[in-house]
């Protein structure tokens, strides 16, 4: 038996990002990749972005793209992937749990399986509305507590996973255009494959 403390999520994610090639692949999330006509040309902002798949295809259609990841070695794989194609994404290491995202800064936000601890989760989502400047959009797909046990990707508990109903709640103050749960095949990298149960939201900020 082991004495050794569990892993913190920065640790957990240094850890994951540290292997070679891309967890989660090098091509865009394909709900954001089929809905780049409802987000606004304009200053971007990603969420929780990992190794900088869906910034880099956000800076390749011409947008400026700013990201945050807990993780220094999932930066250092945004920054890479960003010069290989060509492209600039600011990309910083922060705690979004602790981070100015600002406020009325962004044309849009993207959040991609940002999966954190409820605590967190809501008081960003409180300060992602907050950022947005007015007709500013959200794009945001993550797992639903369906996921759980599919062994396909996502958090191993489904307090981390997200559903429509407390989106609605968390996202007071946005419009949905679009939303729903869903099945659907995600097959994005080794770390999202399978059958998903996901939850999509596209929702804009009033002007």
């Known amino acids: 038996m082991s004495d050794a403390a569990p892993l913190t999520a920065q640790e957990m994610w240094e850890q994951r990002y540290a292997t070679p090639g891309y967890v989660y692949g090098t091509e865009p999330n394909t709900y954001l990749r089929d809905n780049m006509a409802a987000i606004p040309m304009g200053v971007v902002l990603c969420v929780a972005e990992g190794e900088g798949r869906n910034s880099v295809f956000l800076a390749a259609s011409g947008r400026e793209v700013h990201s945050a990841d807990l993780s220094a070695a999932g930066v250092a794989k945004t ?62 797909e993550a797992y639903t507590p369906d996921q759980i046990g599919r062994g396909t990707g996502g958090p191993a508990i489904p307090e981390m996973t997200m559903t429509l109903a407390g989106l609605a709640e968390e996202l007071a103050g946005l419009e949905f255009v679009h939303a729903q749960e869903l ?25």
Not at 129 to 138: A, K, N, T
Request: no cysteine; aromatic share 2%; net charge neutral.
């Open 79 to 140: 920054l890479a992937l960003a010069a290989e194609r060509g492209v600039t994404v600011h990309a910083i290491q922060a705690d979004l749990a602790v981070q100015d995202i600002g406020v009325g800064r962004w044309d849009a936000v993207v959040s991609v399986f940002a999966h954190m601890p409820p605590a967190v989760r809501i008081d960003l989502h409180r300060r992602v509305v907050e950022s947005l400047r007015p007709g500013g959009v959200l794009v945001l």
């Open 183 to 207: 099945l659907r095949e995600v097959h994005e990298g080794p770390g999202h494959t399978g059958v998903g149960a996901v939850v999509q939201v596209i929702a804009r900020k009033p002007e």
